[in-house]
């Protein structure tokens, strides 16, 4: 069994900067990939960004150049690392495993950032 749990939401300031940290116990048979989304209020469920077992990663138009997704050696771990945030940056960001036949989920983390 997978267990996820994140750390690291907070209260900004525009132009801050916060880290967050998924850290995931349990053995994973499958993995694809693992991955950070948000959602904010009224609207859907984005990604954000994702790294997969290679070491390729993706990352939302609206967050390149600012935000860098990492993995420890033992792909156990997995970090956001969020810089220049804006007010939009708002949401509950939510850790995901992805395996072969479906989706581990985070009970996620509240980013606000507002003066």
């Known amino acids: 069994q997978v267990q996820l749990v994140e750390s690291g939401g907070g209260l900004v300031q525009p132009g801050g900067s916060l880290r967050l940290t998924c850290a995931a116990s349990?053995?994973?048979?499958?993995?694809?990939?693992m991955g950070w989304y948000r959602q904010a209020p009224g609207k859907e469920r984005e990604l954000v960004a994702r790294?997969?077992?290679?070491?390729?990663?993706n990352y939302a138009d609206s967050v390149k150049g600012r935000f860098t997704i990492s993995r420890d050696g033992a792909k156990n771990t997995v970090y956001l690392q969020m810089n220049s945030l804006e007010p939009e940056d708002t949401a509950s960001y939510y850790c995901n495993v992805r395996v072969t036949w479906g989706n581990y989920w985070g009970q996620g983390t509240q980013v606000t950032v507002s003066s």
């Open positions: 349990g053995s994973i048979f499958g993995l694809n990939a």
């Open positions: 790294i997969t077992g290679g070491g390729a990663t």
